[in-house]
């Protein structure tokens, strides 16, 4: 089975400062694949990235920027110079390998970034 | 780009009224999806479909609820007579067979149970 954790329910920042979203999981499978999803206050899942287990790079993509650490199976998220459209409810999610098996989400933290 | 639909965007029912929600997957997708999130709260896992069956569901996934893909390219949930605690918005996904691992959301059907 596998599970992700949000330890963090709610972060909240003036805009321009920098935000990290921690995400750990667990999963026993060796290939599995790894997702951040933002819900905006519209509610739908907007696809953030996607990474493999067998790609630690790190990667930055204009502001945000993740950090994939297999060692301590984290996949942290980070939004530099935050704005207030980065409002929103950030999920991690974990699919293992095998084709047909379900997202797990993690419990989603919620960023506020004032102006 | 090809996407995930979803009708209706928001339906408003009174107990015990049965529901069915319908998604349009990606066209060349296999596998298929539904998702629930009850309002502040996170996405939880409903069922998975595939080959015209369910392959796998969780444990809300009751008897009120079905899933069938009638005609080949929509993909039905029916909730047969709704509950307060059916208020949620539900998300259809779709996957295309293979090890890219991204499942494709719609954009949620919002359903308000009075």
């Known amino acids: 089975a596998q599970k992700v954790t949000q330890a963090q329910t709610e972060i909240s920042v003036v805009e321009k400062e920098d935000v990290t979203l921690d995400c750990v999981y667990e999963?026993?499978?060796?290939?599995?694949?790894l997702f951040w999803y933002k819900q905006p206050p519209s509610g739908e899942l907007v696809f953030l990235i996607r990474?493999?287990?067998?790609?630690?790079q790190n990667e930055i993509s204009g502001r945000y920027s993740w950090n994939f650490q297999k060692s301590t199976s984290s996949f942290n998220f980070t939004i530099t110079a935050s704005q207030v459209v980065d409002s929103a409810v950030y999920f991690c999610?974990?699919?293992?390998?095998?084709?047909?098996?379900?997202?797990?989400f993690g419990g989603g933290t919620r960023v506020l970034v004032k102006p | 780009e090809p996407e995930v639909t979803q009708t209706p965007s928001h339906q408003v029912t009174q107990m015990g009224q049965e529901v069915i929600l319908r998604c349009v997957p990606i066209s060349n997708h296999l596998y298929f999806y539904w998702y629930r999130q009850i309002l502040g709260q996170k996405v939880e896992f409903l069922v998975s479909?595939?080959?015209?069956?369910?392959?796998?569901k969780s444990e809300i996934f009751d008897d009120q609820f079905s899933v069938e893909r009638p005609d080949g390219s929509n993909f039905t949930l029916k909730i047969r007579s709704t509950k307060l605690e059916d208020s949620a918005m539900y998300f259809c996904a779709s996957r295309w067979t293979g090890d890219s691992g991204e499942l494709f959301f719609g954009e949620g059907s919002r359903l308000t149970v009075l």
């Open positions: 999610a974990l699919i293992p390998g095998t084709a047909g098996n379900k997202l797990t």
């Open positions: 479909f595939y080959n015209n069956e369910i392959s796998e």
């Open positions: 999963t026993r499978d060796t290939t599995y694949y």
């Open positions: 990474r493999n287990s067998f790609d630690e």
